[in-house]
């Protein structure tokens, strides 16, 4: 199942696998951050969108992210298509989206905070 070259299976499953994680890692630390901020539950609730809604943008973030990340590896040279040179692409993609993925909750926080 390819479609450009790109295996939409693998992006789909890395899609998916990133939102997993993501519910796990956020799910543990929900209670920290919240004590954080000083807020509860239903004032987070009561100032943010429907959990519905959020999900759904998350999982398309995480999807586009996959598909870029896959084209970003699919541009190296078939003899370049190697472990390390995909690390090397994840890393430089991940830590450009880690700054975005920071800044986005940054602008919630205030959000939450007003």
Same mark, same amino acid.
């Given at each position: 199942? *390819?479609?450009?070259?790109?295996?939409?299976? &693998?992006? $789909? =499953? %890395?899609?998916?696998?990133?939102? /997993?994680?993501? #519910?796990?890692?956020?799910?543990?630390?929900?209670?920290?951050?919240?004590?954080?901020?000083?807020?509860?539950?239903?004032?987070?609730?009561?100032?943010?969108?429907?959990?519905?809604?959020?999900?759904?943008? *998350?999982?398309?973030?995480?999807?586009?992210? &996959?598909? $870029? =990340? %896959?084209?970003?590896?699919?541009? /190296?040279?078939? #003899?370049?298509?190697?472990?390390?040179?995909?690390?090397?692409?994840?890393?430089?993609?991940?830590?450009?989206?880690?700054?975005?993925?920071?800044?986005?909750?940054?602008?919630?926080?205030?959000?939450?905070?007003?």
């Amino acid at each position: 199942m *390819t479609f450009a070259g790109i295996n939409l299976l &693998a992006v $789909v =499953l %890395a899609a998916a696998a990133s939102f /997993l994680f993501g #519910g796990v890692w956020y799910g543990a630390l929900s209670k920290p951050w919240l004590t954080s901020l000083g807020k509860s539950e239903a004032e987070l609730k009561a100032s943010t969108a429907p959990i519905t809604v959020l999900l759904l943008l *998350t999982l398309l973030a995480e999807f586009v992210m &996959a598909w $870029v =990340l %896959a084209n970003l590896v699919g541009h /190296l040279s078939p #003899g370049q298509m190697t472990v390390s040179n995909g690390l090397i692409a994840g890393a430089s993609a991940g830590s450009a989206w880690s700054d975005l993925r920071w800044r986005s909750t940054m602008a919630i926080k205030v959000q939450v905070w007003r």
